[in-house]
Nanobody, 121 residues
Framework: QVQLVESGGGLVQAGGSLRLSCAAS????????LGWFRQAPGKEREFVAS????????YYSDSVKGRFTISRDDIRHTVILQMNSLKPEDTAVYYC??????????????WGQGTQVTVAS
């Protein structure tokens, strides 16, 4: 069982940066692939980025590649999403997710409550 709590959302101007953090509690944190998804109003939830359970590889959607960076800290049990060069279309609720022994998180079994990111034009 894993519990996930996001923080770091907020309002930012286009071109700015935000850093999202997800704190995890539970056992065997290092066994889990970790990632971020987002859901904009009226749209389906979509994959943003993930880091595999071994921490060897990262994956990004085409829409954020080159602007966002995901990282994990297996000592502090956190996963970070650094978001740079933000655009208004990045506005969404961002969710932290976890899936055991996964890389791209095709079907996360655990979700956080979400944090709002709003990018003003």
């Amino acid at each position: 069982q894993v519990q996930l709590v996001e923080s770091g959302g907020g309002l930012v101007q286009a071109g700015g940066s935000l850093r999202l953090s997800c704190a995890a509690s539970g056992r065997a944190f290092s066994d889990y692939g970790l990632g971020w998804f987002r859901q904009a109003p009226g749209k389906e939830r979509e994959f943003v980025a993930s880091v595999d359970w071994g921490g060897w590889s990262t994956y990004y959607s085409d829409s954020v590649k080159g602007r966002f960076t995901i990282s994990r800290d297996d000592i502090r049990h956190t996963v970070i999403l650094q978001m740079n060069s933000l655009k208004p279309e990045d506005t969404a609720v961002y969710y932290c997710a976890a899936q055991r022994y996964a890389n791209r998180l095709s079907s996360p079994g655990y979700w956080g409550q979400g944090t709002q990111v709003t990018v003003a034009s």
